[in-house]
């Protein structure tokens, strides 16, 4: 094995030539992080931001639902579930922020704990909505499990209006800084529900992935 | 169909008299054509996007070294492990003996086209290990027992009909005892049947679009979700990619993410794109248990010393096919070889040597289209090139074709000579053609004319009427 990697490295050496240079060039890449173009559209911010989040969320066929205060959250995702007739047990991510919300003024009985074929809902917290492609950054975590973005066929995202931001690039800055500049295992970015074209090249939904995504941006996390 | 690069002439001429694959590729020419215009036409900074994303895959192929290096120790240090594999038999022997490790049955797979050029799947089968391709485009041509025809809709040349046959024949024992016709009921059982495999299975193996040299994490790009319930829930990931998938930054990553679903799909994002860095973390609700990163040369490293090295920038999008106008009257089994279209008649030559594959740089019409739409700007037409010139020096090509050229090139290298022939010709075949301006028949000439008619030289040459009209002027 060892003699593979050598063989192939010795390979590359010999046609890209001296090391030490390209060593520094590539070094002061890795170092700098500089983005690259940022189209226009993904530099918008604030209202602007927020606006062009919800509508490309939208496009992409997932619903979006605004709320003033956390606290409505909860009667907002029954009403949401009701709609779609969506029945059965609703999982949380282990996120003390969705712990602490007034389940109780509803008929849910939200569980919490490793997520299970049988789970009709999942709810999560993205990190951060990008507004150029109206996508949720979600990253993986003891409070949130990556299979609770996949398994459940109804996911709910809930995300602060403040952690709408423009492009990807000011999601890995906000990643590199939650993160402490340790990458999660897994980051997921989400731009709609689970869909494929592989039949006849016609779009359907649920493919493999929630059938429903449903993003709940709440204006004030007090 | 035969497998072989070799029988493209034969097999482009059975696709050619397949009404299903024909109606299929129409769609296909239409759906992706219009998607990716679409979407780019909403992104004005998209050319310069592609650019940018060339250019930074020319800069990773000059540092590739250093960065293979770069991404090995960061995934080491993350708690995973890389391999590294000359060629598809090294690779095949590491994935097997992974999973031997952890007592494998089941394999579930994300898609990878790296996976079919290693030849995986029947080589698990040998070694009684069961790989269950998860992508739905990969499971039906997995039941049907067929490769992929296009690098992103590997079942792109089944109709609906076929696939509720093919469901039905294998579904039947797995308790969905009913044809279903409906696109949402097909869809419905194979999300049923995979679910239980997803949670069931001991190791997840996909490819990588992306592996990051920075954070060493390897992304892949789905719509379906299936990649991400593969790597999720068995013990294992095993992920399988390349060496040119390097770049060097997750904001490097972002700029390909720009151009690679809007030239793929014309999607601005694919639904899903999942940064995987090494093993669950201590504490992790979710994950797998090991992670490993299995890359491939195959031929690479060398092709990096050629002219053809340009080749490396692809990214797989598959823009070239669905505007090349030969892989759409062929479909993409006709190619007899893992990567089809533009981008696949450069590859095949490289892996499977060009004797074997000398008739694919030939199934082009030079349109310059695949050129035209690749968001990483790769020559595609000056590769085919390079590589019909080096099968003619090798006399790879046709005894008779090479004896037409030579005899051209002799008369095209002594210009009177040419010209007094072309003075004499044409008028001649003016006559010939008996004022109707074309020929139904022409002697060497069978292969244009049985389809369609050849067009007559009407009037003088290009030189005579140059000449005559230049004189005055002086």
């Given at each position: 094995m060892n003699d593979e990697r050598m063989a192939i490295l010795a390979r590359l050496q010999s046609t890209l030539g001296p090391r030490a240079a390209r060593e520094r060039a590539a070094e002061a890449r890795l170092k700098a992080l500089r983005p690259n173009l940022v189209p226009a559209r993904g530099q918008l911010r604030g209202e602007a931001a927020r606006a062009q989040f919800i509508r490309l969320l939208r496009e992409n066929l997932a619903s979006v639902s605004e709320v003033a205060?956390?606290?409505?959250a909860p009667p907002r995702i029954a009403d949401y579930l009701a709609s779609i007739s969506a029945q059965g047990p609703l999982r949380l991510a282990g996120n003390p922020w969705l712990a602490a919300l007034p389940w109780g003024r509803t008929d849910l009985q939200p569980v919490t704990g490793q997520v299970r074929e049988s789970d009709a809902v999942g709810v999560s917290v993205a990190l951060c909505g990008i507004a150029e492609t109206g996508t949720l950054m979600l990253a993986s975590g003891p409070d949130a499990p990556s299979g609770l973005n996949f398994l459940p066929p109804v996911h709910i995202v809930l995300l602060r209006a403040e952690d709408i931001t423009g492009s990807l690039e000011d999601g890995w800055t906000r990643l590199r800084l939650s993160t402490n500049g340790r990458t999660p295992r897994t980051v997921n970015l989400i731009s709609g529900p689970s869909r494929t074209?592989?039949?006849?090249?016609t779009m359907y939904m649920g493919a493999h992935g929630p059938k429903h995504l449903h993003v709940m941006v709440v204006a004030d996390d007090g | 169909m035969q497998r072989n690069p070799a029988a493209f002439n034969a097999n482009a001429a059975e696709a050619l008299r397949n009404a299903d694959m024909q109606s299929a590729l129409r769609a296909a020419e239409q759906g992706f054509g219009a998607k990716r215009r679409k979407s780019i036409e909403r992104l004005p900074e998209f050319d310069a996007l592609c650019d940018q994303a060339a250019a930074i895959k020319d800069h990773v192929l000059d540092h590739l070294d250093v960065y293979l290096e770069r991404f090995e120790a960061q995934v080491f240090a993350t708690g995973g492990m890389v391999h590294w594999c000359e060629d598809a038999q090294s690779a095949r022997a590491k994935i097997l003996a992974l999973c031997q490790s952890v007592n494998a049955r089941t394999v579930t797979k994300g898609k990878s086209m790296v996976s079919e050029e290693i030849g995986l799947n029947p080589f698990l089968e040998a070694n009684n290990i069961r790989p269950i391709e998860t992508d739905l485009g990969e499971y039906i041509i997995q039941l049907a027992d067929e490769p992929p025809s296009h690098i992103i809709g590997p079942a792109l040349h089944k109709t609906k009909d076929q696939v509720s046959d093919l469901f039905h024949d294998h579904h039947r024992k797995l308790g969905f005892p009913h044809r279903v016709e409906e696109g949402e009921a097909l869809v419905g059982e194979a999300r049923a049947i995979l679910r239980e495999k997803y949670l069931s299975a001991d190791v997840g193996v996909t490819g990588a679009n992306f592996l990051i040299a920075e954070t060493g994490s390897t992304v892949i790009v789905t719509n379906e979700g299936n990649g991400d319930m593969t790597q999720i829930f068995p013990r294992m990931h095993i992920v399988l990619a390349s060496?040119?998938?390097?770049?060097?930054?997750l904001e490097d990553a972002a700029t390909f993410l720009r151009v690679l679903a809007r030239s793929a799909?014309?999607?601005?994002?694919?639904?899903y794109t999942t940064f995987s860095t090494g093993p669950k973390r201590k504490g992790d609700a979710d994950g797998p248990d090991q992670f490993h990163v299995v890359l491939l040369d195959n031929g690479r490293s060398r092709m990096?010393?050629?002219?053809?090295?340009?080749?490396?920038?692809?990214?797989?999008?598959g823009a070239c096919m669905n505007h090349c106008p030969v892989y759409m009257a062929?479909?993409?089994?006709?190619?007899?070889?893992?990567y089809m279209g533009p981008m696949g008649s450069v590859l095949t030559p490289h892996f499977d040597g060009l004797a074997r594959a000398q008739a694919l740089p030939f199934a082009s019409t030079f349109c310059g289209r695949c050129e035209s739409v690749c968001p990483m700007r790769i020559p595609l037409p000056r590769l085919m090139r390079e590589l019909r010139n080096t099968a003619h020096d090798a006399r790879l090509t046709p005894a008779r074709e090479r004896l037409w050229l030579r005899l051209w090139s002799w008369i095209a290298q002594r210009p009177p000579l040419y010209h007094r022939l072309a003075r004499m010709g044409l008028p001649l075949l003016g006559r010939l053609a008996r004022g109707r301006g074309r020929f139904a028949w022409l002697p060497l000439a069978s292969g244009w004319t049985r389809t369609r008619d050849f067009p007559a030289p009407q009037g003088k040459s290009f030189i005579t009427q140059w000449a005559a009209r230049r004189t005055p002027e002086k």
């Open positions: 205060k956390a606290e409505d074209a592989d039949i006849a090249q | 060496i040119e998938k390097i770049v060097p930054t799909t014309g999607q601005e994002m694919s639904v990096l010393a050629t002219s053809q090295r340009e080749m490396l920038r692809c990214i797989r999008c062929a479909g993409g089994h006709a190619y007899g070889a893992t």
